[in-house]
């Protein structure tokens, strides 16, 4: 997972990254980092679960088991938390007690910060190989009319860094 290895560098030192949004303004967002997970804690993680998380995860894990990228230093409200290992059962649970009517083989991996809004992985679909495994949990609509994010882990991961962070996904 080259991108977030790069972008974890870039970060690193101050914890912000600068970037011209199409206004002409300067937008300095934050960036924190988490250890990274080695293969024997994601392999009894899965084990221990009955789960088999997307390869591409499991490749961000190994950079940072866990993050928060592009969040609104300056205004608060925006950025995104993407769970670690210790979050992503805890964060999917919360969702089902709040009334979500998550199937069994999706699991919460993001959330969009300043917003109840979060990402689901299809893990059914991802075992299947499939692309779009990704779903955007738009809590302004009923589960049944959620939509898929087209890509995997990776593509969903290089589109939110080309975007500085936005939700690409929801542009129509």
Same mark, same amino acid.
């Given at each position: ?27 300095? &967002? ?81 959330? &969009? ?60």
């Amino acid at each position: 997972m080259k991108q977030i290895t790069l972008l974890k560098e870039k970060t690193s030192t101050r914890n912000t990254l600068s970037y011209t949004d199409i206004f002409g303004q300067t937008i300095e &967002v934050g960036f924190s980092w988490k250890n990274p997970a080695s293969e024997e804690e994601i392999n009894e993680f899965e084990s221990s679960n009955n789960i088999k998380l997307p390869k591409r995860y499991k490749e961000f894990l190994k950079v940072s088991n866990g993050a928060v990228i592009y969040e609104d230093i300056e205004d608060g409200g925006s950025g995104y938390r993407i769970l670690g290992l210790t979050e992503i059962l805890e964060s999917t649970k919360h969702r089902i007690e709040w009334g979500y009517d998550l199937k069994d083989y999706c699991i919460v991996f993001a959330e &969009v910060m300043g917003n109840s809004d979060f990402l689901l992985f299809d893990l059914k679909k991802s075992e299947d190989k499939g692309n779009d495994y990704i779903i955007d949990g738009d809590t302004g609509y009923p589960v049944d009319e959620w939509e898929y994010v087209k890509g995997d882990f990776f593509h969903f991961i290089n589109r939110l860094i080309t975007t500085n962070g936005s939700m690409y996904w929801r542009w129509y």
